[in-house]
C-alpha cells in the first residue's frame, strides 16, 4: 500500500475466477503490517488466499491512511505543509503548484 501510516483496513474485495460480483474477503484471512514501510497486508496463520480472475482490478483494498492526530504528524511534513501554504498565500495570481521547496522536504520522507 503506497500510503502510510495504515489506520485501518476497511474492506479487501475481489472477483472470484468465473464470477461477475465482487466478494468480500472476511478480515480473519489477513492481519495488516501496520508498522512496516510501507505497510502490507500478509496472509493470517492456517488461511488461503482466495482464487481471484486473472485481470487488473481483480482486487480492491480499501484502507485509511495517516495520521490519527496532528500531533502525530510528521514534523517534515508539516514543514512542507508550512512552505505551501505561505508561497500559495504570497502567490495573487491564483496557481497553486507545489512550490520546489516542499518537494525537496518531501523528498527526504517519501517511501518507494
Excluded: F
Amino acid at each position: 500500500m503506497p500510503l502510510a501510516p495504515l489506520t485501518a483496513i476497511t474492506s479487501i474485495q475481489y472477483y472470484k475466477t468465473g464470477e461477475v460480483s465482487l466478494e468480500t474477503l472476511n478480515s480473519a484471512t489477513y492481519a495488516a503490517v501496520a508498522d512496516s514501510m510501507p505497510p502490507r497486508i500478509t496472509l493470517a496463520e492456517n488461511q488461503n488466499w482466495p482464487a481471484t480472475q486473472s485481470r487488473s482490478g481483480a482486487v480492491t483494498v480499501t484502507y485509511t491512511a495517516g495520521a490519527a492526530a496532528a500531533a502525530n504528524v510528521d514534523e517534515q511534513v508539516k514543514l512542507a505543509m508550512r512552505l505551501m501554504i505561505r508561497t500559495w498565500y504570497d502567490r495573487k495570481d491564483g496557481v497553486r503548484e507545489r512550490p520546489t521547496e516542499s518537494e525537496r522536504v518531501l523528498d527526504l520522507i517519501k517511501v518507494y
